[in-house]
């Protein structure tokens, strides 16, 4: 019974393991993406918000919005994919109306 446990904790099973759980997890990519638009998003508006400000109540307030825009983009992914795809066809209609403008 030792060596089944012995042989189960090495890192190059439990690598192939990870891999073989992580590889058949179906939605795996979209929750990969989601985590990282939200991750994005936040600092993005964090960086917006402080910009090159020392002030630390700009700095509490950035981390505290960061935060909040990051939890709301990784939980609402498929409202926020409709909202970003109906702002892209607004933006795309303008251009495609107005092309001599450029």
Excluded: W
């Excluded at 991750?39 to 090159?52: P, Q, T, V, Y």
């Excluded at 400000?53 to 919005?65: A, Q």
């Amino acid at each position: 019974m030792e060596t089944d446990t012995n042989g189960s904790l090495k890192p190059g099973i439990l690598l192939k393991s990870t891999l073989g759980n992580i590889s058949s997890s179906p939605n795996l990519i979209d929750t990969i993406l989601c985590a990282g638009l939200g991750i994005a998003s936040g600092f993005l508006s964090r960086k917006l918000i402080i910009g090159r400000s020392g002030n630390i109540f700009r700095k509490l307030i950035g981390s505290v919005i960061q935060a909040g825009v990051t939890k709301v983009i990784a939980e609402n992914p498929v409202a926020v994919k409709s909202y970003g795809q109906i702002i892209l066809k607004l933006f795309l209609h303008k251009r495609r109306k107005n092309p001599e403008k450029l």
